[in-house]
């Protein structure tokens, strides 16, 4: 039987029902009739909200968005993240839950995970990545326009807020950027994971840190092995000193504790998937209300004073109806209410009335059975009278 390994477990910071309530949390998922390669991206995108997404989120045909809208509440879902796809296009909404705004974007550009994954020599990836939400970096969202404004509200409220006092350096292992393009006006999306290496260390040294024992049969000397791979190779050469840091803190890297003093490189791998996004609508409720922003109409004043007061219109014609349904379903529901008192009520002297015509059945049948007997009677004495006359006859 294995012996199993000794060692202090890993300890996890536990969090409050109050602070849990304040994480934001979001469904990702797909609308309409799209491609594996959009599904697939959907995925994908689950696995960059992580830990606080729905990541094994079935989506079937019968649902409708009011079914998540519904179920949302229950969960403490506060955003949406829907991809659909057309014949020429591929969109994206970003939705805040349940009263909106909603942010829609499309897709120019995308590549998946796994493609991403795929330019590394040797990829890196772990599970306990996603098990902390990635940082948010917004790069020049400081542009005019209140489309601007909206958007880096919504972006920062999709994830949860940073404490520098209380956070944990050990925990950060993802980034994600959102990048605004002001030559062509697009957002470039980048999901990156964050790998500290040791700096100044050949490829010999870091081997043994890692693996902490190394083969020399083949060396007369350490010396030999150390000084074979000294060469800094072109996967080893550092970026300059701005990425040098020194953290304050004892930083554990894989398979190896370095003290506080060393300093560390730090190193982006993407994960994946990459986007190319462009904003051409927002709308003040949830994918409906007025539209604060169009990348492709312009509307007047007039214009957009016809369009708000026949909002409101079909609005106060909506609420109009609902109150007229559910004056219905309350009358209707009383209705049948009534009916069914009465005939509790009636069901009673409905069975008074069974038991007085089963006792008026027995009576009569008791009156029938005494008069066939009377007749009985009748028919038998002028028998025995003429018995008796003929008996008298006889004594004469």
């Given at each position: 039987?294995?012996?199993?390994k ?9 969090v409050?029902p109050d602070?849990?309530?304040n ?12 491609g ?5 991206l ?15 989120l ?11 809208v ?19 296009n591929v969109?994206m909404?970003?939705?805040r ?28 990836t ?5 098990l ?7 790069n020049?969202?400081?542009q005019?326009?209140?489309?601007f ?5 919504m ?17 950060t ?7 605004y ?11 990156f994971g964050i790998?500290v ?5 050949s ?9 902490g024992?190394?083969?020399?049969g083949?060396?007369e000397?350490?010396?030999d092995?150390?000084?074979k ?19 304050p803190?004892n930083?554990?890297v ?30 003040n ?22 369009t ?8 106060l014609?909506?609420?109009e109806?609902r109150?007229q349904?559910?004056?219905?379903v ?19 002297a409905a069975?008074?009335?069974d038991?007085?015509d089963?006792?008026?059945d027995?009576k ?10 009377m007749d009985?009677?009748d028919?038998?004495?002028?028998e025995?009278?003429?018995?008796d ?8």
């Amino acid at each position: 039987m294995a012996r199993k390994k000794k060692g202090s477990k890993r300890k996890h910071a536990q969090v409050t029902p109050d602070d849990e309530a304040n994480i934001p949390k979001s469904f990702v998922m797909r609308s309409g009739n799209v491609g594996r390669t959009i599904t697939q991206l959907t995925k994908d995108f689950r696995k960059v909200m992580q830990p606080h997404t729905a990541k094994r989120l079935q989506e079937r045909k019968t649902n409708r968005f009011r079914d998540f809208v519904a179920v949302s509440g229950q969960l403490g879902v506060t955003h949406f993240m829907i991809f659909s796809q057309t014949e020429s296009n591929v969109n994206m909404r970003i939705c805040r839950v349940p009263r909106g705004p909603t942010l829609h974007f499309r897709v120019l550009e995308y590549s998946l995970a796994k493609d991403c994954v795929a330019l590394y020599k040797n990829p890196k990836t772990s599970v306990m990545d996603y098990l902390a939400p990635p940082l948010l970096v917004l790069n020049n969202f400081k542009q005019e326009g209140k489309q601007f404004r909206v958007m880096t509200a919504m972006l920062q409220n999709m994830f949860p807020p940073i404490d520098v006092q209380t956070l944990q350096l050990s925990s950060t292992r993802r980034v994600l950027l959102f990048n605004y393009n002001e030559t062509n006006e697009t957002i470039d999306v980048r999901h990156f994971g964050i790998h500290v290496k040791e700096i100044g260390v050949s490829k010999s040294i870091k081997r043994i840190l890692k693996s902490g024992m190394t083969d020399l049969g083949s060396y007369e000397d350490i010396s030999d092995y150390i000084l074979k791979e000294a060469v800094v190779s072109e996967s080893d050469v550092e970026d300059g000193p701005e990425g040098n840091v020194e953290l304050p803190e004892n930083y554990r890297v894989r398979r190896s504790n370095l003290t506080q003093e060393n300093q560390r490189s730090i190193r982006l791998q993407e994960f994946g998937p990459r986007l190319t996004l462009q904003l051409f609508k927002i709308e003040n409720g949830l994918c409906e209300g007025e539209v604060l922003y169009h990348r492709f109409v312009q509307k007047t004043k007039q214009e957009v004073q016809a369009t708000e007061a026949k909002r409101q219109r079909l609005a106060l014609e909506k609420a109009e109806r609902r109150e007229q349904q559910e004056a219905n379903v309350e009358k209707k529901q009383k209705e049948k209410e009534d009916r069914k008192k009465q005939a509790q009520s009636q069901k009673p002297a409905a069975a008074d009335q069974d038991e007085a015509d089963d006792e008026e059945d027995d009576k009569d049948e008791k009156d029938n059975e005494s008069d066939d007997a009377m007749d009985e009677d009748d028919e038998s004495e002028p028998e025995v009278i003429e018995e008796d006359s003929e008996e008298g006859e006889d004594d004469e």
